[in-house]
């Protein structure tokens, strides 16, 4: 992939966080790994919103946090994306938001339940990081955000916000999504009084792996890119018997 293809790649995931409501004016962030450098990473500037990234204004930002391409201000929390990078060679992808109802169940202290299938995905694998309500403007503090998040791939930050770490950056997106539906579905289930007898690990843990799956990311983010992005959707799948057929 080229610098350019992943500049386009992050322009659409910023498309699909804004449509889905997590612009939260322009405090959310989204940053990917240049591809064929580990050392480097794109990211959204700080002071344009999530649907408003574009070739030209897209930085580039070294695992220090400083910029090495590129002209706008980066985001003072640049050091979420930074710390998590180097902590983990796994992930290609952040995305660090304050999405309302995640913010609301991390104040609660409660944790992810399998309420539904996002909460399947991320029972028991959503750390929380609570150290400070304040923003991640430092090194160390970033650092303490990566420790937080461990191996898994999300980390709420206490009444403040989520940090979602992808092994793509379409993975980043999809989960992100994913992950405030379910905290939705739990304040209503608990707003509703609570929940019904959970169903056992063994029967949750195949939903989890197939939800993980990086096709159905791909599937995912692909469905969200064409809604956003207004793009049409391809003939294989508008009309998947006319190859066969003809
Ligand atoms: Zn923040």
Redesign the pocket.
């Known amino acids: 992939m080229t610098n350019d293809a992943a500049v386009e790649a992050l322009i659409t995931a910023g498309r699909i966080l804004e449509h889905v409501g997590q612009g939260d004016m322009i405090?959310g962030h989204v940053s990917v790994r240049v591809p064929g450098n580990d050392a480097h990473f794109l990211m959204k500037p700080h002071l344009v919103g999530f649907d408003e990234i574009t070739q030209g204004n897209a930085l580039t930002i070294d695992l220090d946090g400083k910029v090495v391409a590129g002209h706008a201000r980066r985001h003072g929390?640049v050091f979420?994306h930074s710390e998590i990078y180097r902590a983990r060679p796994d992930v290609r992808a952040v995305v660090?938001t304050?999405p309302t109802h995640l913010v609301a169940l991390s104040a609660t202290g409660k944790p992810m339940r399998p309420h539904c299938q996002g909460g399947a995905v991320f029972a028991g694998a959503l750390p929380t990081y609570d150290d400070t309500i304040n923003?991640?403007r430092t090194r160390e503090l970033g650092a303490a955000v990566a420790r937080a998040l461990g191996p898994h791939r999300a980390v709420l930050?206490k009444s403040?916000?989520v940090a979602v770490a992808g092994t793509t950056l379409e993975e980043a997106v999809v989960l992100s999504v994913m992950l405030e539906e379910a905290a939705r579905v739990q304040l209503l289930v608990e707003a509703a009084g609570g929940a019904a007898p959970e169903f056992p690990p063994e029967d949750i843990a195949p939903l989890r792996q197939f939800l993980l799956s990086p096709e159905q990311c791909a599937i995912n983010f692909a469905y969200l890119a064409r809604k956003v992005m207004g793009t049409p959707m391809p003939a294989a799948l508008a009309n998947p018997g006319a190859e066969r057929a003809g």
């Open positions: 405090r929390e979420i660090h304050h923003l991640i930050l403040h916000g």
